[in-house]
Protein backbone atom coordinates (compact mmCIF):
# COMPACT_ATOMS: atom_id res chain seq x y z
CA UNK A 1 0.00 0.00 0.00
CA UNK A 2 0.91 3.38 -0.83
CA UNK A 3 1.61 6.14 1.90
CA UNK A 4 1.11 9.91 1.42
CA UNK A 5 1.43 12.62 3.46
CA UNK A 6 -1.31 15.49 2.61
CA UNK A 7 -1.54 18.81 3.22
CA UNK A 8 -4.45 20.36 4.18
CA UNK A 9 -4.88 24.30 4.46
CA UNK A 10 -8.08 25.40 6.74
CA UNK A 11 -8.92 28.60 5.21
CA UNK A 12 -10.78 31.05 7.36
CA UNK A 13 -12.21 34.71 6.10
CA UNK A 14 -14.40 36.84 7.78
CA UNK A 15 -15.62 34.34 10.26
CA UNK A 16 -16.16 31.75 7.14
CA UNK A 17 -14.44 28.48 6.25
CA UNK A 18 -13.65 27.64 2.81
CA UNK A 19 -14.87 24.93 1.39
CA UNK A 20 -14.68 22.64 -1.89
CA UNK A 21 -16.95 20.69 -3.68
CA UNK A 22 -14.70 17.15 -5.08
CA UNK A 23 -15.78 16.21 -8.68
CA UNK A 24 -17.86 13.80 -8.61
CA UNK A 25 -15.59 11.12 -10.73
CA UNK A 26 -12.48 11.37 -8.96
CA UNK A 27 -10.75 11.50 -5.42
CA UNK A 28 -10.97 9.96 -2.65
CA UNK A 29 -14.52 11.81 -1.79
CA UNK A 30 -16.20 12.06 -4.67
CA UNK A 31 -18.93 14.69 -4.44
CA UNK A 32 -18.77 15.45 -0.97
CA UNK A 33 -17.40 18.86 0.06
CA UNK A 34 -14.18 18.77 1.98
CA UNK A 35 -10.98 21.11 2.28
CA UNK A 36 -8.27 21.42 -0.37
CA UNK A 37 -5.12 20.30 0.09
CA UNK A 38 -2.99 17.36 -1.95
CA UNK A 39 -0.14 15.22 -1.60
CA UNK A 40 3.71 16.72 -0.82
CA UNK A 41 6.06 16.09 -3.46
CA UNK A 42 9.85 14.49 -3.22
CA UNK A 43 11.76 17.63 -1.81
CA UNK A 44 8.93 19.94 -0.65
CA UNK A 45 9.07 21.33 2.85
CA UNK A 46 5.26 21.66 4.07
CA UNK A 47 4.76 24.78 3.82
CA UNK A 48 5.96 24.84 0.74
CA UNK A 49 3.82 21.97 -0.69
CA UNK A 50 0.66 24.05 1.50
CA UNK A 51 1.37 26.80 -0.69
CA UNK A 52 1.99 24.95 -4.19
CA UNK A 53 -1.79 22.99 -3.04
CA UNK A 54 -3.29 26.30 -2.53
CA UNK A 55 -2.16 27.82 -5.87
CA UNK A 56 -2.74 24.88 -8.04
CA UNK A 57 -6.76 24.01 -6.78
CA UNK A 58 -7.83 27.57 -5.67
CA UNK A 59 -5.72 29.88 -8.07
CA UNK A 60 -2.98 31.92 -7.21
CA UNK A 61 -4.85 35.18 -6.44
CA UNK A 62 -6.29 33.96 -3.33
CA UNK A 63 -3.47 35.41 -0.61
CA UNK A 64 -3.20 33.76 2.15
CA UNK A 65 -2.02 36.38 4.92
CA UNK A 66 -1.46 33.58 8.04
CA UNK A 67 -0.65 29.99 8.00
CA UNK A 68 -0.04 28.42 11.32
CA UNK A 69 0.23 24.10 11.62
CA UNK A 70 -2.89 22.99 13.72
CA UNK A 71 -2.85 19.22 13.96
CA UNK A 72 -2.41 15.81 12.18
CA UNK A 73 -4.37 12.70 11.51
CA UNK A 74 -4.25 9.50 9.84
CA UNK A 75 -6.03 6.77 7.89
CA UNK A 76 -6.48 4.59 4.65
CA UNK A 77 -8.75 5.53 1.75
CA UNK A 78 -9.35 4.61 -1.59
CA UNK A 79 -8.52 7.17 -4.52
CA UNK A 80 -10.41 7.06 -7.82
CA UNK A 81 -9.09 8.51 -10.82
CA UNK A 82 -10.52 10.33 -13.86
CA UNK A 83 -9.86 7.24 -15.52
CA UNK A 84 -11.63 5.09 -13.24
CA UNK A 85 -8.82 3.08 -11.68
CA UNK A 86 -8.86 2.77 -7.69
CA UNK A 87 -5.95 2.70 -5.44
CA UNK A 88 -6.14 1.78 -1.53
CA UNK A 89 -3.58 4.83 0.02
CA UNK A 90 -2.41 5.32 4.19
CA UNK A 91 -2.77 9.04 4.34
CA UNK A 92 -0.94 11.15 6.87
CA UNK A 93 -2.93 14.72 6.83
CA UNK A 94 -0.99 17.41 7.80
CA UNK A 95 -3.25 20.32 8.90
CA UNK A 96 -3.07 24.31 8.78
CA UNK A 97 -4.86 26.78 10.02
CA UNK A 98 -4.97 29.56 7.71
CA UNK A 99 -6.44 33.24 6.81
CA UNK A 100 -7.21 34.83 3.44
CA UNK A 101 -7.00 38.43 3.09
CA UNK A 102 -9.64 37.89 -0.19
CA UNK A 103 -12.09 35.06 -1.34
CA UNK A 104 -10.35 35.64 -4.91
CA UNK A 105 -10.97 31.75 -5.49
CA UNK A 106 -10.19 30.20 -9.27
CA UNK A 107 -10.50 26.90 -8.28
CA UNK A 108 -9.84 23.38 -10.77
CA UNK A 109 -10.85 20.72 -12.28
CA UNK A 110 -10.75 18.98 -8.76
CA UNK A 111 -13.56 20.48 -7.24
CA UNK A 112 -17.27 21.54 -8.91
CA UNK A 113 -17.98 24.55 -6.61
CA UNK A 114 -16.47 26.23 -3.91
CA UNK A 115 -18.66 28.10 -0.60
CA UNK A 116 -17.35 30.07 2.24
CA UNK A 117 -19.46 28.99 5.21
CA UNK A 118 -19.87 29.63 8.43
CA UNK A 119 -19.42 27.50 11.20
CA UNK A 120 -22.91 27.23 12.36
CA UNK A 121 -23.93 26.15 8.97
CA UNK A 122 -21.68 23.58 8.45
CA UNK A 123 -23.70 21.13 9.25
CA UNK A 124 -25.54 22.07 6.09
CA UNK A 125 -23.40 20.39 3.97
CA UNK A 126 -22.59 16.93 2.45
CA UNK A 127 -19.05 17.27 4.05
CA UNK A 128 -16.56 13.94 3.95
CA UNK A 129 -15.75 11.93 6.92
CA UNK A 130 -12.02 13.77 7.38
CA UNK A 131 -13.36 16.85 7.22
CA UNK A 132 -16.49 16.00 9.60
CA UNK A 133 -13.99 14.58 12.05
CA UNK A 134 -11.52 17.82 11.74
CA UNK A 135 -14.17 19.99 12.17
CA UNK A 136 -15.67 18.05 15.05
CA UNK A 137 -12.26 18.57 16.54
CA UNK A 138 -12.17 22.05 16.09
CA UNK A 139 -15.94 22.35 17.76
CA UNK A 140 -17.63 23.80 14.69
CA UNK A 141 -19.54 20.48 14.36
Known amino acids: MRQRVIVCPIIENEGEVLLCKMANDRGVFPGQWALSGGGMEPGEQMEEALQREIREELGAELQISSIKPWTFADDVRVKTYADGAKEEIYMIYLLFDCVSANRHVT ?13 AELGNYDLNEATRITFSKKGWI
Do not use: T
Open 107 to 119: FNEEFQEVAWVKP
